[in-house]
C-alpha cells in the first residue's frame, strides 16, 4: 500500500528537487503536490484533509512554522533552522559566498561588493563572501523584490542603487546572492551604462539554468548539488516513516563549485597580455598546454607573463591552470558520475594519479573525498 507524502513547495523549488525524489515513487511513496503560495488557512485545511503520512516542504516565515503544528513527520529542504522532531537540510551558505568570493579572487580582482536581499540565507552568503576575502566589500540590499515571485523579472533599479554602483572602484566583482538579484544586477548595469562584466562583473547562486540562461548576458552561477539534496530529502523521509533516530542538528550541503558564463569571467582585466593568456587558458583546459609554447603563439615574452601573472594573479601561469583544471573537475565531480579517470581527461590532465595530486594540493583533499562529500 502507497503511503501519502505532501510536498508544499513553490514551483521553481519543486523542479530543483523531482529528479531525485522519482526512486521515491518507486519505493510506494504517493506524493501530493500542493503550492506553498496557497492562503495560509486554505494550505493548513487541505493538509487535514489529505492526512499524509509525512511533509515535505520548503522554509517560508511563518507559514513553515504553522504547518510544524499539523505534527507530521517533517522533512524542510532549505533551511539550516533546528525544530524538534524535524529534519532539516540546507545548503552551506556560507560555503556558496565563499566559492564566490574565491571566483573574483582567482580572477584577480582587488575590488569587490555584495548585493543581498535582507533574508537569513543572505546574510549568511555574505558573510562567507567577507571572511573569503582580505579585501574591502561594499555590501548594499535590494528589497524591492519583496512582492516578486522567484522567476517574475520587473522590478526597476532604485536611485540608491544607481548611486551604490556608480559608487564602487571599476573593475569590480559583485556576489549577488541568488541568481534572480544577480540577473536583476546585469539588468541594471546596463540599463545603467555600465558595461557587464568589463567593468562589474556579477555571480549569482543556485545556478538555476532558466534564471542564468535568460540573463543578459547569461549569468555566472554558484551551483548547488539539488540532486543531493533531493536524495537526502527523500532518504530522511523514508527515515522517519520507519520511526529511526535522526541527528538533530541541520544537515548542511557544499556547494559545487562556480559555473563561468558570460556575466563573470576572467578577461576583466585592464591588461591586454593577461587577457590574451588567460582567456587561451580557459578555452583550452581540456587541450595539452604548454606555458612555453603558448607565450610562443600569443607573441608574449614568457618572462614578462610570468612576471605579470605574478603581480595580479600572485602565481605562475602554470598554477593559474591547474586551478582551473580543478575547479573545472570539482564541477564535474560534483555534478555527474563520471569515473575520475574520464574527469581527468576531461580536465586535460589525462592522468587520474596526476589529477590526484594536484587535486589535493590545490583543494586540500582527494577527488574521492570531495565527491563523497557533495553527492
Given at each position: ?34 503550492s506553498?503560495?496557497?492562503p ?35 522533512v ?45 540565507y543572505?546574510?549568511?552568503r ?13 555590501v ?25 554602483l ?48 535568460l ?11 539539488w540532486?543531493a539534496?533531493?536524495?537526502l ?26 559555473v ?13 597580455q ?29 618572462r614578462?607573463?610570468?612576471r ?25 565531480l560534483?555534478?555527474t ?18 589529477m ?20
Amino acid at each position: 500500500m502507497s503511503q501519502q507524502i505532501a510536498i508544499v513547495m513553490s514551483e521553481v523549488f519543486l523542479r530543483r528537487l523531482t529528479p531525485a525524489l522519482m526512486p521515491f515513487v518507486r519505493r510506494e511513496h504517493d506524493f501530493r503536490i500542493v503550492s506553498i503560495h496557497r492562503p495560509i488557512n486554505e494550505l493548513l485545511d487541505l493538509l487535514r484533509e489529505l492526512n499524509p503520512r509525512g511533509l515535505i516542504t520548503e522554509w517560508l516565515p511563518e507559514v513553515t512554522e504553522a504547518m510544524l503544528k499539523l505534527d507530521l513527520p517533517t522533512v524542510i529542504a532549505d533551511t539550516d533552522y533546528s525544530y524538534p522532531g524535524v529534519v532539516s537540510i540546507d545548503v552551506d551558505d556560507r560555503a556558496v559566498g565563499a566559492a564566490a568570493a574565491e571566483a573574483f579572487l582567482q580572477a584577480g580582482f582587488r575590488s569587490f561588493a555584495c548585493l543581498g536581499n535582507g533574508s537569513p540565507y543572505s546574510g549568511q552568503r555574505i558573510d562567507g563572501f567577507l571572511q573569503a576575502v582580505d579585501f574591502p566589500v561594499s555590501v548594499h540590499t535590494e528589497t524591492a523584490f519583496e512582492d516578486a515571485r522567484y522567476s517574475e523579472h520587473f522590478v526597476e533599479p532604485s536611485d540608491s542603487l544607481r548611486a551604490w554602483l556608480e559608487s564602487l572602484p571599476k573593475p569590480v566583482g559583485i556576489f549577488a546572492v541568488h541568481d534572480p538579484l544577480g540577473r536583476f544586477l546585469c539588468s541594471s548595469c546596463l540599463q545603467l551604462g555600465i558595461a557587464v562584466p568589463e567593468q562589474v562583473a556579477v555571480i549569482g547562486a543556485n545556478n538555476d539554468e532558466l534564471v542564468c540562461g535568460l540573463s543578459h548576458p547569461m549569468l555566472s552561477s554558484v551551483a548547488i548539488p539539488w540532486d543531493a539534496i533531493g536524495a537526502l530529502v527523500g532518504e530522511s523521509m523514508q527515515a522517519l516513516l520507519f520511526k529511526k533516530k535522526l541527528a538533530p542538528e541541520p544537515v548542511l550541503v557544499a556547494p559545487s563549485g562556480v559555473v563561468m558564463r558570460h556575466s563573470a569571467n576572467h578577461l576583466a582585466v585592464d591588461d591586454p597580455q593577461l587577457r590574451r593568456a588567460m582567456s587561451h587558458l580557459s578555452e583550452r583546459l581540456q587541450d595539452s598546454i604548454n606555458i612555453g609554447q603558448m607565450c610562443d603563439d600569443l607573441r608574449i615574452a614568457r618572462r614578462s607573463l610570468e612576471r605579470k601573472f605574478r603581480e595580479f594573479y600572485r602565481c605562475s601561469p602554470w598554477e593559474m591552470l591547474c586551478r582551473l583544471r580543478i575547479a573545472r573537475a570539482k564541477q564535474l565531480l560534483a555534478q555527474t558520475n563520471h569515473p575520475i579517470g574520464v574527469i581527468s581527461d576531461l580536465c586535460g590532465f589525462n592522468d587520474a594519479e596526476r589529477m590526484a595530486a594536484v587535486f589535493k594540493r590545490v583543494a586540500g583533499e582527494p577527488p574521492s573525498s570531495f565527491r563523497k562529500t557533495r553527492v
